[in-house]
């Protein structure tokens, strides 16, 4: 069974623009950008596919590889010469544009906020942990130990999410601020993400308060009375 890029391949050869390439196969059309650098480009040599004209200045003009010390013609062949095949995955696969990277970034951001809602999670008062930092052998023989209390861990915890919130705030505003200096231009899809992300954190902020609560009453009736 062919692979994606090997059907796309066939399609590219018929005629297709990447763009309805990338439609076709529902992928992005970095993705696309990839499929021609990491696939098509060798199989076009394979099947002695004749070389596309080459944009610029004419061969042995000092200006055909670009001014002194640029680097942008060298690009492609120094990431396959250096980085592993899967960063260069990554990179060709990256946004080309500002707005779409600071979304990917905000995606990541919130992403690192709901993994922490797991990692940092306190169960209750009875909730320490206790690690052993250090050991001595020798002359010298003994252990020290950590202890973090519930309220240690629950305040730690609390802080570190508010400064990520805050971070992802400010980076949502800025998404904002470029969504209107570039209005005529942005698409509705980059419009209505600033939308979906606040109803997301919106729904978990909501689902935190809510077991939040819980948990303080259930602490609070776990108290010795007086």
Same mark, same amino acid.
């Given at each position: 069974?062919?692979?994606?890029?090997?059907?796309?391949?066939?399609?590219?050869? $018929?005629?297709?623009?990447?763009?309805?390439?990338?439609?076709?196969?529902?992928?992005?059309?970095?993705?696309?950008?990839?499929?021609?650098?990491?696939?098509?480009?060798?199989?076009?040599?394979?099947? !002695?596919?004749?070389?596309?004209? $080459?944009?610029?200045?004419?061969? !042995?003009?000092?200006?055909?590889?670009?001014?002194?010390?640029?680097?942008?013609?060298?690009?492609?062949?120094?990431?396959?010469?250096?980085?592993?095949?899967?960063?260069?995955?990554?990179?060709?696969?990256?946004?080309?544009?500002?707005?779409?990277?600071?979304?990917?970034?905000?995606?990541?951001?919130?992403?690192?906020?709901? /993994?922490?809602?797991?990692?940092?999670?306190?169960?209750?008062?009875?909730?320490?942990?206790?690690?052993?930092?250090?050991?001595?052998?020798?002359?010298?023989? !003994?252990?020290?130990?950590?202890?973090?209390?519930?309220?240690?861990?629950?305040?730690?915890?609390?802080?570190?999410?508010? /400064?990520?919130?805050?971070?992802?705030?400010?980076?949502? $505003?800025?998404?904002?601020?470029?969504?209107?200096?570039?209005?005529?231009?942005?698409?509705?899809?980059?419009?209505? /993400?600033?939308?979906?992300? /606040?109803?997301?954190?919106?729904?978990?902020?909501?689902?935190?308060?809510?077991?939040?609560?819980?948990? !303080?009453?259930?602490?609070?009736?776990?108290?010795?009375?007086?």
């Amino acid at each position: 069974m062919k692979e994606n890029w090997e059907l796309a391949y066939e399609d590219y050869k $018929k005629g297709l623009k990447r763009k309805e390439i990338a439609e076709k196969y529902n992928v992005s059309i970095n993705t696309v950008k990839s499929w021609k650098t990491r696939h098509w480009n060798k199989m076009d040599k394979k099947e !002695g596919a004749p070389p596309k004209k $080459k944009k610029g200045a004419p061969l !042995g003009n000092k200006n055909a590889t670009g001014p002194p010390g640029n680097k942008h013609a060298e690009k492609h062949g120094f990431f396959s010469k250096w980085l592993p095949e899967e960063t260069q995955q990554i990179i060709g696969e990256m946004p080309t544009n500002e707005i779409d990277t600071l979304w990917m970034n905000i995606q990541l951001q919130f992403a690192a906020i709901i /993994r922490a809602q797991k990692l940092m999670y306190v169960h209750d008062q009875q909730d320490k942990t206790i690690e052993k930092i250090e050991e001595k052998d020798g002359n010298v023989v !003994g252990e020290r130990w950590e202890v973090q209390q519930a309220w240690d861990k629950q305040a730690t915890f609390l802080s570190a999410q508010s /400064r990520a919130m805050k971070t992802l705030e400010s980076m949502i $505003k800025q998404y904002n601020d470029m969504l209107h200096k570039n209005w005529d231009m942005v698409t509705e899809e980059q419009k209505e /993400r600033v939308n979906l992300i /606040r109803a997301q954190i919106n729904a978990v902020s909501a689902k935190t308060n809510e077991t939040d609560t819980e948990e !303080g009453v259930m602490i609070v009736n776990d108290l010795p009375r007086s």
